[in-house]
C-alpha cells in the first residue's frame, strides 16, 4: 500500500469504517501515515442496542460515542473528529454548508487521500450524502491539487456500473485488528460475532476473502 502523506477518512456514521476500511486505515497509521477520520453523526437511530440489549434509545448515543472512540483507538487513529451532525438527517442539510466544513477539513490537513462512500451506490441516505458533498468539494479543487479519492461502493449494481473495483488492498497482516474494530461497536455488532469467529477459525474461503480484501473504486471526475 502506497504511503500517503495524510489521510482523511470520512463517513456519517460510527462503524462505518468498520467493515470494509479498517484494516486499510490501521495499514496506513502502520506506515507512519496519519489518518483523521470525520464521522458525522453518532449512530443514535440506530436499530441495535446490542444481543441481548444492553442500551436504550435514550442512552445508545453515549454508547456509540464509546464505541467509535474505542474503535479508532483499535486502528491506531489519533484524530477523531465527531462533527456533531443528527443520524439520518444528512440529506436534508444544505449543500454549501456541508462542502463548507469538507472544505475546510480539506484545507487544513492537505490530505494525499480521502476515503469516503461512492454517491449513488452506497445505499443509505446518508451514504449517499455524504459521499456526494466530499466530491462536490474535490470537484472543486483545480485537478492538479485534488487529493486522490478512495470510494466505497457495495450496491447491487456497483460492479455492473462502475466495474470491478479499481484498488484492492490485501490486508491480511491486520485482519486481528479489523475484527477487534468490528467487536468494539458491539452495540451493531453483538449478532455477529460468533459467526465472525466461527467463520475465521473455519477459513470459509468466501469469508476470508471479504476480510482479507477491501475494495475501493477511485472517483473520476
Known sequence: MEKERQVLVVFPHPDDEAFGVSGTIATHVQNGTPVTYACLTLGEMGRNMGNPPFTNRENLPIIRKKELQDAAAIMGIQ?????????????????????AIFDSLIQ????????????????????????AAVVRTVGRMPAEKRPKLHCVAFSNNCVEELGEADIIN??????????ATIKAH??????????IEANQNDTDPKFMAWLENERFWTYKF
Open 108 to 131: 487544513e490537513l492537505n490530505p494525499s487521500l480521502i476515503i469516503t462512500f461512492y454517491p449513488g451506490y452506497s445505499v443509505h441516505p446518508d451514504h449517499e450524502a455524504t459521499g
Open 170 to 179: 490485501y490486508i491480511a497482516p491486520v485482519s486481528d485488528t479489523k475484527i
Open 79 to 99: 484524530d477523531l473528529r465527531m462533527l456533531g451532525f443528527r443520524d439520518k438527517t444528512i440529506e436534508f442539510e444544505e449543500e454549501d454548508k456541508m462542502d
Open 186 to 195: 458491539r452495540s451493531q455488532t453483538e449478532l455477529m460475532f460468533a459467526n
